[in-house]
């Protein structure tokens, strides 16, 4: 659950997007994902609105999720043609993707079509995509995730590591690999537990001005407070 009730709903109407953008800039927030894949014109609007609250170093990624269908893509990529903003996943496959993109000058980056580590060199020799966001339940793993992540580095392409939601251990999860990733290479990534209301390690790790840095704990580096799981679904003994 959102612990926020001024986080922005898709679809959020732009003047909105702008004001919250604004606000988040003031916490030092600069790097923005923004849920698109509704209607390309409105989309478009929310988009250039984004931009405009923000200043020169303000990153910009509008992620539609696999939501537009292949002709509403190609309207959004010619829609922001030259805006300083990333198109995430406009389309469900990587095949689309790669016909929505073509032609563009539009920066082009995927994740929920990237399932497997040859996807990684379809990404970039086929849709030229610039960046991959790397999901944990898509790739199987933190072991995937990191190899991925290794991968993209080689590639010279730029890295983003979140999963689809989570708490206090998927943030402990997520700030690792960013902490371990190249500061030239990393993107961005998310730290969720800012955005629930339940803690199963005390609100750790948390970020602090648009800022996280890893638990130096053992494995996770957070201390989780098992009677907050309740009760198991099943156990596995010897």
């Not at 032609?103 to 990237?114: K, M, Q, R, Y």
């Not at 991968?151 to 730029?158: D, G, I, K, R, V």
């Not at 209301?197 to 053992?218: C, E, I, K, V």
Request: aromatic share 6%.
């Amino acid at each position: 659950m959102l612990s926020n009730d001024d986080y922005p709903q898709r679809p959020s109407p732009p003047e909105s997007m702008g004001e919250f953008i604004a606000e988040r800039r003031k916490a030092g927030i600069n790097r923005f994902q923004l849920k698109v894949g509704n209607n390309p014109h409105d989309d478009i609007a929310r988009t250039q609105a984004s931009i405009e609250a923000g200043d020169a170093n303000t990153v910009i990624v509008a992620d539609s999720n696999g939501g537009w269908s292949l002709s509403a893509a190609r309207r959004a990529f010619q829609g922001l043609s030259g805006l300083p903003v990333y198109i995430e996943q406009p389309c469900r496959t990587t095949a689309d993707c790669i016909l929505a993109v073509r032609g563009s000058n539009v920066p082009l980056v995927l994740d929920e079509s990237i399932i497997s580590h040859d996807e990684v060199y379809r990404a970039k020799y086929e849709a030229n995509a610039v960046s991959i966001n790397l999901k944990f339940g898509k790739l199987g793993g933190l072991t995937n995730v990191v190899k991925a992540r290794d991968l993209l580095q080689e590639l010279n392409m730029a890295v983003s590591v979140e999963d689809m939601w989570g708490g206090d251990i998927i943030t402990a999860a997520t700030s690792h690999i960013a902490a371990t990733t190249r500061p030239e290479s990393l993107l961005m990534t998310p730290f969720f537990n800012d955005w629930t209301d339940r803690h199963m390690a005390g609100y750790l790790p948390r970020s602090n001005n648009g800022f996280g840095s890893a638990p130096t704990g053992a494995g996770l580096g957070i201390e989780v407070d098992i009677a907050k799981l309740g009760q198991p679904l099943f156990t596995v003994t010897k």
